[in-house]
Structures are given as structure tokens and as C-alpha cells.
């Protein structure tokens, strides 16, 4: 499998567990589900997402509330998406490497 191929996995794998995590708080309101980024992630995602929002969004315009918690929502599933791909690409250099520097070659 090319890095390519595997980024592009990671990615959407990330994206759709981090989706399904993000629209099950927002439904039924456990805060469970959104632990899961604060707690056992180690990149903190949430605060990079608001970080994002609050350059984005101007805190003093009242009407944008629900676009702007929509924007919170996506920006958290591409940077949870993001960090997979991270993650993945960095355990597939290091397999690469594992295998070059340790893997027996037979002659014929």
C-alpha cells in the first residue's frame, strides 16, 4: 500500500469515526462521546477547532451562533481527520524502516 493510499484511508476512517462521535453528542447530549477528543486524544483537538472558530467568527455578532457551532463541528472532524493521517504516515515510515533495516533478504 503507497502513503498515498493509506493517507487517504486514514483520512476518511478518522473523518467518519470523529463524524459519528460529534453528531451522537449532538443528539443526545452525553458528554461521553466528546470526552473522547478531550481526554484520550493526544492532540487537543477541541482547542484547536475553537481556536480556529474564534478567528474566524466575530464574537460580537449574535446571529451567527448555529453557523458557527456547524463550523466548531467540521473543523474538529478535518483536524481529528488530519491528525490520523499524521499518525498514519508516521507509523508508516516507521514500518518502512523496520522492514529495510531488519528484513532478511534471501538470494533466489
Request: proline residues 2%; glycine residues 4%.
Given at each position: 500500500?503507497?502513503?498515498?493510499?493509506?493517507?487517504?484511508?486514514?483520512?476518511?476512517?478518522?473523518?467518519?469515526?470523529?463524524?459519528?462521535?460529534?453528531?451522537?453528542?449532538?443528539?443526545?447530549?452525553?458528554?461521553?462521546?466528546?470526552?473522547?477528543?478531550?481526554?484520550?486524544?493526544?492532540?487537543?483537538?477541541?482547542?484547536?477547532?475553537?481556536?480556529?472558530?474564534?478567528?474566524?467568527?466575530?464574537?460580537?455578532?449574535n446571529?451567527?451562533?448555529?453557523?458557527?457551532?456547524?463550523?466548531?463541528?467540521?473543523?474538529?472532524?478535518?483536524?481529528?481527520?488530519?491528525?490520523?493521517?499524521?499518525?498514519?504516515?508516521?507509523?508508516?515510515?516507521?514500518?518502512?524502516?523496520?522492514?529495510?533495516k531488519?528484513?532478511?533478504?534471501?538470494?533466489?
Amino acid at each position: 500500500m503507497t502513503a498515498k493510499k493509506l493517507s487517504v484511508y486514514l483520512f476518511t476512517i478518522g473523518a467518519v469515526f470523529a463524524t459519528t462521535l460529534i453528531l451522537l453528542f449532538r443528539f443526545y447530549q452525553i458528554r461521553y462521546f466528546i470526552l473522547f477528543f478531550e481526554v484520550y486524544n493526544p492532540v487537543p483537538i477541541l482547542d484547536i477547532a475553537y481556536l480556529i472558530t474564534s478567528v474566524v467568527f466575530d464574537r460580537i455578532d449574535n446571529h451567527s451562533i448555529h453557523v458557527e457551532a456547524v463550523f466548531f463541528d467540521i473543523t474538529a472532524i478535518v483536524v481529528f481527520g488530519l491528525e490520523c493521517v499524521l499518525i498514519g504516515f508516521l507509523f508508516f515510515k516507521i514500518a518502512v524502516y523496520i522492514k529495510r533495516k531488519y528484513c532478511i533478504k534471501r538470494n533466489g
